[in-house]
């Protein structure tokens, strides 16, 4: 079974079309990763979807790094 | 044949112009869901694709029950496949002069005829999101733009319709996903044989081209716009009304 670093981080690559090599823990979705708002949300509803849990829209805004979403997803399962 | 492989969900395939629709996309290749309201009329849908040796089936779906969008999405999903077609063509009519509009003729046909676009478009749309390819065409109707007396519930769902679908073609147009309008004009369905002679008579006044449209005539146009070649097509209302009205 894999940690939850490296599900999210799976899981950021693939909705990001970015590649694993560039996926740091202090990565900004937004601002390292080139995410634009819809991406955001997909890759919110894939961590929904991946961990069985939701993630409130007000929860979800905080989410601006690999980190934050690592932290949401062990605080919350 | 160009839609070969990919799922199309139409709502209110029964008859009429949905009916039209379901054969038109499965003609393209498409294994077409076409939805309908009893159990009846889905397996209609069902036995008319399947003499044309057609992919697809009907199911039952009411459009105006969220439950039931869920249940229907997660039974074509199973049975079909993500749907990266989505055809909104179900509606009804419940027609009075403002002044004697009932509530629920007002709620109901709101419910039916824009909401059920907002949760089915809802529905779809990761699907299509992750496919990186999408069609959303929904039916309105010329009176959207012209309005047309007795239909202020009706004209005001459909004109919520196409704002709705230019709001949804600026969200999803950088994920390969267009959002269209179809807005027939006078087309010979059961909704326009409820028309008594005399307003019969004065339509045939207005439409340039003499004649009540075929449902073909829409669903030529909607394939259209679910082929590979529509996909610099979004935000568009596409008028398929004999000249009667040109926006």
Known sequence: MSTVEERVKKIVCEQLGVKESEVQNTSSFVEDLGADSLDTVELVMALEEEFETEIPDEEAEKLASVQDAIDYIVAHT | ?247
């Open chain 2, 1 to 247: 044949m160009s839609l070969e492989g990919k799922t199309a969900l139409v709502t209110g395939a029964t008859r009429g112009i949905g009916k039209a629709i379901a054969r038109a996309l499965a003609d393209q290749g498409a294994t077409v869901v076409g939805t309908a309201t009893s159990a009846a009329g889905a397996e209609s849908i069902s036995a008319d694709l399947k003499a044309m040796d057609a992919k697809g089936f009907g199911i039952v779906m009411n459009v105006a029950d969220p439950d039931s969008i869920e249940a229907g999405l997660k039974e074509v999903n199973e049975k079909a496949g993500v749907p990266v077609i989505l055809v909104n063509n179900a509606g009804i009519t419940r027609d009075n002069l403002l002044m004697r509009l009932k509530d629920d003729d007002w709620s109901s046909v709101i419910e039916t005829n824009l909401s059920s676009v907002y949760r089915t478009s809802k529905a779809v749309l990761r699907g299509m999101a992750k496919a990186r390819w999408g069609r959303v065409i929904n039916i309105s109707s010329v009176v959207a733009g012209m309005g047309n007396p007795g239909q202020a519930n009706y004209c005001a769902a459909k004109a919520g319709v196409e704002g709705f679908t230019r709001s949804l073609a600026k969200e999803m147009s950088n994920r390969g996903i267009t959002a269209n309008c179809v807005a027939p004009g006078f087309i010979d369905t059961d909704m326009t044989r409820k028309l008594d002679d005399k307003q019969r008579e004065a339509m045939m006044e207005v439409i340039p081209a003499g004649r009540l449209g075929e449902p073909e005539e829409v669903a030529a146009v909607v394939a259209f716009l679910a082929s590979e070649a529509a996909g610099y097509v979004t935000g568009e209302t596409i008028h398929v009304n004999g000249g009667m009205y040109m926006g």
